[in-house]
């Protein structure tokens, strides 16, 4: 068992940065691969960016590269997501989660445990 929270959404405008964190208690938190997601209002939770247990592995979707960096440090049990450029269409809940059983997941249904969401808001 892993228990997760998110913090560092809040309300910034278009092209400005945000770092998002979650830290893990529980279980091995090295042991897990970790996950960033979001949902905007009305739309389906989509991957935003996957990192192995190790780190030596990461996956970003096409329309979060270049912008996002995912980054995990395991002896503080957190991981990180550094978003950059941020753009009006960023807006959403992103929660993190972890998965103990794939190397590298890049849908829900593969993560075993989620964090509540920290809202992020990019204004125009």
């Known amino acids: 068992q892993v228990h997760l929270v998110e913090s560092g959404g809040g309300l910034v405008q278009a092209g400005d940065s945000l770092r998002l964190s979650c830290v893990a208690s529980?279980?091995?938190?090295?042991?897990?691969?970790m996950g960033w997601f979001r949902q905007a209002p009305g739309k389906e939770r989509e991957i935003v960016a996957a990192?192995?247990?190790?780190?030596?592995?990461?996956y970003y979707d096409d329309s979060m590269k270049g912008r996002f960096t995912i980054s995990r440090d395991n002896a503080k049990n957190t991981l990180y997501l550094q978003m950059n450029s941020l753009k009006p269409e960023d807006t959403a809940v992103y929660y993190c989660?972890?998965?103990?059983?794939?190397?590298?997941?890049?849908?829900?249904?593969?993560?075993?445990?989620w964090g509540q969401g920290t809202q992020v808001t990019v204004s125009s």
């Open positions: 529980g279980r091995t938190f090295s042991s897990y691969t």
């Open positions: 990192i192995s247990w190790i780190g030596g592995t990461i």
């Open positions: 989660a972890a998965s103990q059983t794939v190397l590298l997941g890049i849908r829900g249904d593969e993560y075993d445990y």
